[in-house]
């Protein structure tokens, strides 16, 4: 018989960027920025046009999101 091959090695980032598709884009981005790519607040709020408060309220949303996406597993 055929061996099973191996599974793919585990990468965090693309787990946790795919992961992000199903959020609004704003909340996606913010996330995206401030939790992958490691830039502070100034800076993702500066990118996305939107003040740093704005940015945090994203983040607050998509990470309920994502606490609900994960209980639904």
Known sequence: PDP?????????????????RPLPKQQRVAAALYYAADLPLSEVAGIMGI??????????????ALRDLVKEE
């Open 51 to 64: 003040s740093e408060g704005a940015v945090k309220s994203h983040l607050h949303r998509a990470r309920h």
């Open 4 to 20: 099973v091959p191996p599974p793919e090695p585990w990468r965090p980032e693309l787990d946790f960027l795919s992961s992000l």
